[in-house]
């Protein structure tokens, strides 16, 4: 959980948040019921998680946990809505990709890019959305919850051998061997960016930037360096804003005891990210 916090410090004292934060206002259950069952999140917001989903989530779901999901959720809505006018921005969290509509699992309690596209689609403000997957793990609570709705793509690019053993399936799902370094993933890019952009169609861009591929990764079993994720961050902004399509990021996974080189790494996606200007 220090990461966040410490991430949020790095981006100012760097310089990347010149004009401050946007505050998001915490995620209403009118917004978090377009993609998780009702009777899920009210015991959220009561604090009364069955204690096989909090298993599954992998931590016990208090006021503060509670609390923290939803803000990340309105976070990356927030997010969205300013991409929408701004061509770009990036939440200091979200990416809880593993929660379904039946509830959580895999560190995710609310999949926040999944509430955000079901309010921007319920509110037409958007009509087409990719979902750009690049945490290690699959995205399979967000392929899950978009399953049979044709206005949401989703592609996840992830190790194959990695959480979850069931994986559920993506509209474009790439599995990568242990071990793949920068140059075969990013060699990658450039066909999925462009098979991505022809079958969805966007109006906006969910780009999860986890930085669990990382070599230095506890979880996450591939080998990119730091220069290889700057690289794919890169290259999936740069494409999408090239053809004018707005891009909201998330920072996805990460998992160090080391907090001060998790948040830096972190930081990768808002640093690139400036240099779209
Ligand atoms: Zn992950």
């Known amino acids: 959980m220090r990461k966040f916090t410490r991430l949020a410090e790095i981006l100012v004292e760097d310089g990347l948040a010149p004009n401050g934060f946007h505050v998001p206002a915490p995620a209403l259950f009118s917004w978090l019921e377009l993609a998780h069952d009702p009777r899920y999140v009210e015991a959220v917001l009561a604090a009364n998680v069955d204690p ?42 979200g990416g809880s990709h593993h929660a379904s509509r039946e509830g959580g699992a895999g560190f995710s309690v609310f999949n926040d890019v999944a509430v955000a596209a ?18 290690v793990h699959q995205g399979d609570g967000t392929a899950r919850i978009f399953a049979d709705d044709p206005a949401v793509f989703t592609l996840s690019i992830h190790g194959e051998r990695n959480y979850p053993t069931q994986k559920a399936r993506s509209d474009l799902d790439v599995a990568l061997p242990d071990g ?6 990013l060699a990658l890019l450039p066909d999925l960016l462009r098979h991505a952009l022809e079958a969805a169609r966007p109006d906006i861009v969910f780009f999860n930037a986890g930085v669990d591929p990382h070599a230095e990764d506890r979880l996450g079993r591939l080998a990119l ?6 690289e794919r961050d890169r290259r999936v902004i740069g494409f999408f804003r090239e053809r004018g399509i707005p891009v909201v990021g ?28």
């Open 225 to 230: 360096t730091d220069r290889g994720l700057a």
């Open 52 to 93: 096989v989903v909090e298993r599954a989530i992998g931590f016990r779901v208090d006021e503060r946990v509670a609390m923290r999901s939803r803000c990340a959720t309105g976070g990356t809505l927030l997010a969205a809505r300013l991409a929408l006018e701004a061509g770009l921005a990036c939440n200091t969290a």
């Open 118 to 135: 079901a309010v921007l689609l319920a509110d037409g403000e958007a009509d087409r959305v990719l979902v750009f997957d690049c945490d």
């Open 250 to 277: 998330v920072i996805g996974g990460g998992y160090s005891r080391d907090i001060e080189a998790l948040a830096r790494r972190h930081s990768i996606l808002h640093r690139t990210a400036s240099e779209f200007g």
């Open 180 to 185: 793949t370094g920068d140059e075969p993933y």
